[in-house]
């Protein structure tokens, strides 16, 4: 068969060749460009039927997809615009060469806003709602290091004061300061989201506009021409998270997701592919997950040359070269350009021949040039059906000349010498008096200048001005504890886990009327791991398009479910883009204005581990909501081994200054803290978020004990469970999770053994427990001549006695305490690798079992003189421990 096989691109018949073209140009004359498209695609599938290969092709010519036909004219008053935008520059510049003057080495970009100005403020004159009537507006996530741009334009508009931009990267010493990024966390009336951290805003954004549908079909919001416009770097392309969730967006018909890719062909070191074209691989990238691509790139004053270059060379030469060249047209002027890209060819110099060299070093790339840019975004956000990216080509430090412009260096520019700022200051032949720009001063044009009459009708017919968060204090009723009744009650001696105990909550939720729409859960492919296959029909799965067919299992009561209204966000086994599925509902109360509840369940091992800077971006925007880790613990997971076994997570997440950490034991600590955070979060309005350990081994549950301040002892860290009952204690055992029963069962050998009586805590969290103290230490540090304050675990374990800590997880948990327990503490915990085994074998290889619990304490008692040494050494053996055994930590 293959001797068959031919080049494709051999021409073997030019004069049938021709034949065809010309029929193809035929039909696009009489019919149009549809129905020649139309033909091409019955073509494909005939050739399909006879097993011909249709060569696959993703890219389109290096030209613009717009053609000048097809352009309307700008809506705008161009000059007005450019004076404004002129102003937005400077103040930019200024704001960050002066703050790099007073302040050596302070930071911040001018390169990045240069490249990116026109991109923008086409955007926020004519594109980008501050508001949709009484509707929030249009969600904008701008690149994070390019917000000395978003800070000038907001000081143009008055919402701004001169001391703001004085005090860009001075947030401590001087109010009010900026913060270098978008921080919702530093700056919660003006940014909604952070996007520094590269490739996290991309992926948020595809999921923000997946949400905004869900929230949509769900009957939650009205629907609203609303758009989510996403700026991406060229460099953070590269990330995984901005392009790894394409087909989402595709998948989903998200034609309300407009991705603006700033394609200035570099990134920090330098070019972005010097070798190749970043527009082109990006267009195949985006084309092949079935997004609509909009290139923008050669700008207005291109188009006669184009309109000139009959043979197509033009275009051939725009192809031939690679970024690295392009990198060169705009670092060497017009001359270079003139020598290097059209001397190539005597033809294309010919083109060019009328030509200055400084007309050719002006020749604009399509992402500079307003009208370019309306015409992409107008025919983006007039797409249907498909989301949109705009490849728009841009120069890196616009405007700067040899202070940066397609400099290698120029992403770290941030001091200019005096002839550098005059270069700039001439270059777009600023309006703005020559003293100023000597003192590097702002500027703000009179109010009754025609530049801001015309910014103050622009900004009211967009609906008011953006970045701007604006979170409206609409509160839920927290459910009453009883709504958790069967909870409380515990499982009536029936072997349960704290996986099922928490859907139980979950479900107890589900059924309270003022709450239940409000849910959210997100699972990445792991519902029936946790038992909660049960929820896929009792409230369905997301589905925009329902359910396209019967699902195999239809006659079962719990059959797969998927509804276009379904509640449930199954998110397939993407953890980054189930966090960002979270970080959509978690933050809905500010976007739009809806407090959704969002519980996001996984395998804990995938959770900080994986997603750490997601879980940071989403503490940063003030997110809401609940993170539960399943199958955690590293000796609770029995069988899985060294890649499932999360030792650590409590310790890892405790970095996160608003995430609230508890490990519970049983049902009814997991009621306690699901319903107090609910209040705290959706009733008190507070900003933070929890993360809740649960496990999958099954105990007994019992009823919730009616000790007093037994609620607050759960909640701040720790309670006393169950005291010694052979006589007064003699130490104290702290148990976490499901390591709480073996701290049980510790008590009971102790006592009944060796005649050593134990108290026996549950600790929910050791890091509350230690904020907590923390606090407490601080005040006592500030105020040396007042009585000095306890605590809260001092206060709780004020009887001086020595304490055995075991959890599921590394001993630097436990150890949290160390500085308020000193010598009492003594840390069990599962420091090293996990291993493929049962549960009895792992706890005891990590010595986290009651033996081992049992044996350190009598160990600790003896240490301090309480307890015989030669019976604590004879215990060790009878315990069946082995002192020599290698210590799992480096084994
Ligand atoms: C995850 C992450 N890695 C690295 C950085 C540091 N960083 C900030 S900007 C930048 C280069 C960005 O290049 P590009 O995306 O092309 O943006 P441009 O400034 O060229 O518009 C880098 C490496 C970061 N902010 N986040
Ligand atoms: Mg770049």
Redesign the pocket.
Known sequence: MLKHTRVASEDLNPQETNEWLESLDEVIDEAGPDRASYLLQRLNQRAAEFGVTAPLRLNTPYVNTIPTHQEVPYPGNRELERNLKNYIRWNALAMVVRANKYDDNIGGHI??YA??ATLVEVGQNHFFHGSYGNQPGDLVYY???SSPGMYARAFIEGRLTEQHLLNFRHELRDHPGLSSYPHPWLMPDFWQFPT????LGPINSIYQARFMRYLENRGIIEKTPRKIWAFM????SD?PESLGALTLASRERLDNLIVVV?C?L???DGP?RGNGKIISELEGAFRGAGWNVIKCLWGSNWDTLFARDTTGLLIRRMEECVDGEYQNFKAKGGKYVREHFFGKYPELLELVKDMSDEELGELRRGGHDPLKVYNAYLKAVNTVGVPTVVLAKTV?GYGLGEGGEGRNAT?QQKKLNAPQIQYFHKRFDMDIPAEKVEKLEFHRPAEDSPEMKYLRERTAAMGGALPVRNVKPIKHQAPALETFHESIAGSGGRAASTTSAFVGVLKSLLKQDALKKFVVPIIPDEARTFGMDSLFSQIGIYASQGQLYTPVDKDMIMYYKEAKDGQILEEGITEAGSMASFTAAGTSYANYGVPMIPFYIYYSMFGFQRVGDAIWAFADSRGKGFLVGGTAGRTTLAGEGLQHQDGHTPVLMSVVPTCKIYDPAFAYEIAVIVQDGIRRMFTELEDCFYYLTVSNENYAHPEMPKTEGLQEGILRGIYKYRAATGGPATINLFGSGSIFNEALRAQQMLSEKWGVQADVWSVTSYVELRRQALETERWNRLHPDQPERTPYINQVMSDGLPVVAASDYIKALPDMLAPWLNERLVSLGTDGFGRSENRQHLRRFFENDAESIAAAALVKLSRDGKFDAVRAREAIAELGLDSEKKYAAIS
Request: charged share 20%.
């Open positions: 390169s990045t490249s990116l690149q994070g290091h520094v951290s590269m490739g770097g060229d460099g953070e990330e700033n200035n570099q990134r920090l972005v890196k992403h």
